[in-house]
Structures are given as C-alpha cells and as structure tokens.
C-alpha cells in the first residue's frame, strides 16, 4: 500500500511538472508573438486614407477577435477559442485538434496559398477580407505577420481576425 502511494505522488508531481512546463512554453510563445507584432507596428502599416477608417489589424492588435498561429505548410497549429467561434469549428473538437487554413476558408487553398505567399515575401499580410467555410455569410477580416526563429527562419505565420467593421461615418 506504501508503495502505491509513493507512486501516485510521483505520478501527480509529474504530471503538475508537465504542466507547468508546457504553460511556461505557451507563456514564452506569447511574448514572443506580441514582441513581433510590436515590432511590426512600429510603422504605419497601412497608407493614410482621407477618410476615417477603423485601425488596421497589424496597428492595433487589441482589436483582434482570435488569432491563429500557422505553419509555413498551411497547417493551424493553434487556434484560440476567438478565433474558432468566428471561423465555426465546432465546440466539442480538441483544443489542439489540428486543422489546414484551406478547409477553414470559403475559397480554400486560393485563399491560404495567397496569404503565405504574402507572408512569406512581405513578412506582414495587409488586412484582407475572407469568409470562413463553416459561415460564409460572415465577413472576417483577416491581417498577419510573419514569426521568425531567432535564427531568421521561417517559422509560423500569425493571422489576426476579427468580424469586419464598416467604416465609420466622420464625426
């Protein structure tokens, strides 16, 4: 009985390690991605309208609903829970069940090939407007910028979303 019990708090010191160690993980991926986006905010990304506009995605990043963290082959290795009510993924799917940026959008693999390819020559993708598969009768806005590793490769792509919002009437 001594025994089992010793290995049952072995088990639970393992497993709170685990978990500690993959929350830190997340925590280190996070300050990672907003360090690249105030990076990348740093300019004006967009060019001045004469007209009043909402801030642009890649300006202001708080305005994003979700987001999804993509790999350079188009596979969403993270979604957050923002991101997947606006792109309705059901509720009951895995948190990390993997999905491809073509099955998510209404034009598929036109739609994702021509965002990583903007991502991967520009380093950031404009705001752009696309439907997701699952409600296409949603607008989404949809702007990204490229992750790198500390070494200069391409790493991921990180896509901010939001509903799209009109344009405000000046005030």
């Not at 004006?44 to 963290?69: I, M, R, V, Y």
């Not at 949603?138 to 792509?157: C, F, K, M, R």
Request: charged fraction near 20%; hydrophobic fraction near 50%; aromatic fraction near 2%.
């Amino acid at each position: 009985m001594n025994q089992l019990a010793v290995a049952l708090a072995l088990l639970a010191a393992a497993l709170f390690f685990g978990a500690a160690v993959r929350l830190r993980w997340r925590l280190t991926r996070v300050d990672r991605i907003k360090a690249t986006l105030r990076q990348s905010a740093g300019e004006p990304l967009l060019p001045l309208s004469p007209k009043p506009a909402p801030a642009g995605l890649l300006d202001a990043p708080d305005q994003a609903e979700g987001w999804l963290l993509v790999a350079i082959d188009g596979t969403c290795t993270e979604l957050d829970q923002g991101a997947r009510t606006l792109l309705g993924t059901p509720a009951g799917e895995a948190r990390s069940a993997p999905h491809r940026l073509a099955d998510l959008l209404v034009d598929g693999h036109a739609e994702a090939a021509a965002m990583l390819a903007a991502i991967r020559t520009e380093a950031t993708l404009p705001p752009r407007q696309v439907r997701a598969a699952r409600q296409p009768e949603v607008i989404l806005e949809v702007a990204g910028v490229n992750l790198q590793d500390p070494h200069g490769n391409e790493g991921a792509a990180l896509f901010l979303i939001r509903r799209r919002l009109e344009a405000r009437p000046p005030a």
